[in-house]
């Protein structure tokens, strides 16, 4: 399928900050998320080609979001536990949201990658069972059967907000 | 359903999920208080972190960092189809170059034959033999010249006074020096240079030249005057083609 490049640059200001908030919940650091976002864009340019229907273009997006995530866990980055400095500085303050949002962090750092993945395409992006099996790669049963499991463990994680966060502090320090 | 079935059934239920699909957790839902308490709390809960993951920082510069990779990458393309498109068109430019070679070669074949007859015009090589036996002179021609020691019909009223053994364009030629006419004198050469046996006038600043070829040799004859002249010396020799 040909894609021109103003389309695909449509498709960016269209996107980027979809994908650059997937990618910052799944990394859990900004720089990453930035750095990972550049390069899903760049290899999507590149294979534009292999897209078969443009109405599919965002699970694709996401998609080639996840592949590059893969590459960039391959040579070996490790996900930050708690990025505590970024944290803190951005969302500390009254707001009762800074709490939840650091609970957030921690429950999803205890996660593994096969939870925490498509968790992240379901909160945060509300994207169907169908379109997460489509960006994922994983058969619908599959995709339902581990975000059933990773919701409970995430509830579970959550219960305990406060200690998770005093733990994450502590850390920090 | 029992409450186990049931809690596992809450997680995986979705708001847009088929609700038909779901009604027997609906259904426990309805007579479990425990359970409904725990769906409360979870549905609560699920509000709560789609809130929560909808607050991420914001990367202000990176749409134009990427438009501006994305350009780079296009601008790098470019390039590589450039470069590309130019070898392949080298076969292109070889064939051009080869037909205008093809298409020029006669011309400067040409250009170099007017040269060597300006230059025999100009300086005439110095007579190896002189004598005015015509048989002598083309016998002693003939072992220069490939073929028989004879001249074609057209140059039979001609008379030669000596000769001398030269090259022109690349064969082996002999000049013959004419008897009567200090002005002229005659080259043939060993080889056809020209596919016609019609006579060609060459005409350069120090004289006049007329080449013509018998399919074996040419004969090429030089003539210190201007073309009319020549032309008045041929008739009165008799040769024409």
């Known amino acids: 399928m040909q894609i021109s490049d103003q389309t695909f640059d449509e498709w960016v200001r269209q996107y980027h900050r979809l994908l650059f908030g997937i990618a910052y919940w799944w990394t859990g650091s900004r720089a990453d998320a930035e750095e990972l976002t550049q390069e899903a864009f760049y290899q999507a340019y590149r294979s534009r080609s292999s897209l078969r229907d443009v109405a599919t273009a965002k699970s694709w ?8 995530y ?5 040579k070996g980055h490790v996900r930050a536990e708690v990025p505590l400095d970024e944290l803190t500085v951005e969302y500390e303050g009254p707001d009762p949201l800074a709490a939840d949002i650091l609970a957030l962090h921690c429950a999803l750092g205890r996660l593994d990658e096969r939870h925490r993945l498509p968790l992240v395409l379901f909160y945060f992006q509300d994207l169907s069972y169908r379109e997460i099996s ?7 049963g599959t995709v339902m059967s581990r975000l059933s499991r990773a919701k409970c463990l995430l509830h ?6 406060d200690r998770a966060i005093g733990t994450a502090k502590v850390e920090g320090k | 359903m029992n409450c186990d079935l049931c809690k596992s059934e809450m997680y995986a239920w979705r708001y847009d999920n088929d609700v038909a699909s779901f009604q027997p957790l609906f259904d426990h839902l309805d007579q479990c208080p425990e359970c409904a308490r725990l769906f409360g709390e979870l549905t609560a809960s699920d509000g709560r972190v789609e809130t929560t993951f909808q607050s991420f920082p914001e990367s202000p510069f990176l749409e134009n960092r990427i438009i501006a990779g994305l350009a780079h990458q296009r601008a790098q393309a470019a390039a590589h189809r450039s470069a590309r498109k130019w070898w392949v068109l080298l076969p292109v430019l070889a064939c051009l170059l080869i037909v205008l070679f093809l298409a020029v ?8 034959l007017n040269q060597q007859v300006a230059i025999l015009l100009r300086t005439p090589p110095a007579l190896q033999i002189v004598a005015t036996d015509r048989r002598e ?15 074609p019909p057209e140059l039979d009223r001609v008379q030669f006074r000596g000769a001398a053994r030269l090259r022109f364009a690349d064969h082996p030629a002999v000049f013959l020096k004419m008897k009567n006419e200090g002005r002229a004198s005659l080259v043939v050469v060993d080889t056809p240079l020209t596919k016609d046996k019609g006579f060609h006038k060459i005409e350069e600043n120090s004289g006049s030249a007329s080449l013509w070829s018998d399919g074996k040799r040419s004969y090429l004859l030089l003539f210190n005057g201007n073309a009319q002249e020549m032309r008045a010396y041929m008739q009165k020799m008799g040769i024409s083609a």
Request: charged residues 15%; proline residues 6%.
């Open chain 1, 61 to 68: 997006l996401v998609g080639i979001l996840r592949n590059c």
């Open chain 1, 70 to 74: 893969g590459q960039m866990n391959r």
């Open chain 1, 134 to 140: 489509l960006a994922l790669d994983l058969p619908l």
């Open chain 1, 156 to 161: 579970d994680s959550l219960k305990l907000p």
């Open chain 2, 105 to 112: 070669e006669p011309w400067w074949q040409q250009e170099r």
């Open chain 2, 137 to 151: 002179l083309l016998n002693w021609s003939a072992s220069f010249v490939a073929g028989a020691s004879t001249l």
